[in-house]
């Protein structure tokens, strides 16, 4: 079987934070000041995998698409909280994906909503913008309240505070300090 996607090389900024723990590889294209933390794993190798700036992958989430059929498109100032997975689906801007959350193929996740932690987002669900959803199946609670709209859209840009602070301290790491990075000089896959 063939993958073209995997014989791509990741696109990362440097202003980028990616801890050496996490694993990226393939068709992975990130705006600026994103960061991954801890563990977590960003597979492009069977499909795009496309982020906005300020979009945080936080400690164990795991990204991937569908071969031929579900890229994985994020929008900028998206929090993806501990432990979630998202599969070949659509999250646009200002979205905060609570802990463990499952997001499944063909999804669309609209503008400034907040999908509870624990939450199942089913293969094609639609979830429109400015809500609250949650539960397995996730289902749309109630509109944001102010102060919710607000936090979705602050809480991506506190992750790359979180980014400087571990500059400043001598521990930030770019993708060029990853081990699994794959310098240009060696030979470009395409």
Not at 9 to 31: F, K, L, W
Not at 118 to 144: C, H, Q, Y
């Amino acid at each position: 079987m063939t993958l073209p996607h995997l014989l791509k090389d990741p696109i990362i900024p440097e202003s980028c934070y990616i801890d050496t723990s996490a694993r990226i590889n393939g068709d992975v294209q990130m705006g600026e000041f994103c960061s991954v933390w801890f563990n977590a794993s960003i597979r492009g190798d069977v499909h795009i995998i496309k982020m906005g700036d300020y979009t945080n992958i936080q400690d164990g989430c795991v990204l991937h698409t569908t071969k031929d059929k579900y890229p994985l498109h994020i929008g900028k100032q998206v929090t993806f909280g501990h432990g979630v997975i998202a599969h070949g689906s659509t999250i646009e801007d200002c979205v905060f994906l609570g802990m463990q959350s499952l997001i499944m193929d063909g999804s669309v996740i609209g503008n400034h909503t907040i999908i509870g932690a624990g939450s199942l987002v089913t293969e094609g669900k639609k979830i429109p913008s400015g809500v609250l959803a949650f539960g397995r199946p996730a289902k749309v609670v109630r509109e944001l309240t102010e102060a919710e709209w607000k936090m979705v859209e602050t809480h991506a840009k506190k992750y790359a505070g979180y980014a400087d602070s571990y500059r400043e301290a001598g521990l930030f790491t770019s993708w060029k300090d990853n081990p699994y990075y794959r310098s240009p000089s060696l030979g470009k896959r395409s």
